[in-house]
């Protein structure tokens, strides 16, 4: 986060965070785990080091090990897109010398890879924060832009400390001179 008088900038996190490399690591490991256990039990050849799957029958268990394992490698190759990507990545740009909000980020494939919403500072009306605890807790900050338009200022993902949406909430609203809503 870089501010000075003029230009206050928030760095958006995506898709390479710690969470996305464990889940493609591991369903990269489990899908070609099943791939290669359908594959041996069809060439009654042990493909595996960890165990041996060459004489399992291949109708039913091995087609059944080679959707899962088809299944799950196209999972990893989803993720690991993502990940390379780097879907979601961007910034929150408040220019007060420009007049200028600019609200980037990284899309996935074709027409819409680059996201980018320009407002006015004139048109912001407030900083409203979204708190929701419990099993799926959630924790965002909108930007609210005329006419009572809600664009979301936070990386998606794991839900940051409340003390920190605070603290950016209120920095945020203080720099734009906006009032600070939901908290």
Do not use: C
Not at 27 to 33: D, I, T
Not at 50 to 77: M, R
Not at 110 to 117: A, D, F, P, S, V
């Amino acid at each position: 986060m870089t501010a000075n008088n003029f230009i206050y900038k928030q760095q958006i996190i995506g898709s390479r965070r710690f969470s996305n490399y464990f889940w493609a690591i591991a369903v990269s490991f489990g899908g070609v785990g099943f791939l290669l256990a359908g594959l041996s039990s069809y060439l009654h050849t042990n493909l595996l080091i960890v165990s041996d799957t060459s004489e399992l029958q291949f109708i039913p268990q091995g087609i059944a090990l080679t959707f899962y394992g088809v299944a799950g490698t196209l999972l990893a190759s989803y993720l690991w897109l993502m990940i390379i990507l780097n879907v979601g990545s961007g910034y929150n740009e408040f220019d007060k010398k420009k007049g200028k909000v600019t609200i980037y980020r990284q899309g996935f494939l074709g027409k819409n890879r680059k996201i980018e919403l320009v407002y006015d500072i004139d048109d912001i009306q407030a900083i409203r924060a979204e708190i929701k605890e419990g099993l799926n807790p959630k924790r965002v900050l909108y930007l609210r832009v005329k006419p009572k338009r809600d664009i979301p200022l936070t990386s998606v993902g794991e839900p940051m400390p409340l003390s920190q949406l605070e603290n950016q909430g209120a920095e945020l609203a203080r720099f734009l001179t906006v009032p600070l809503e939901g908290l």
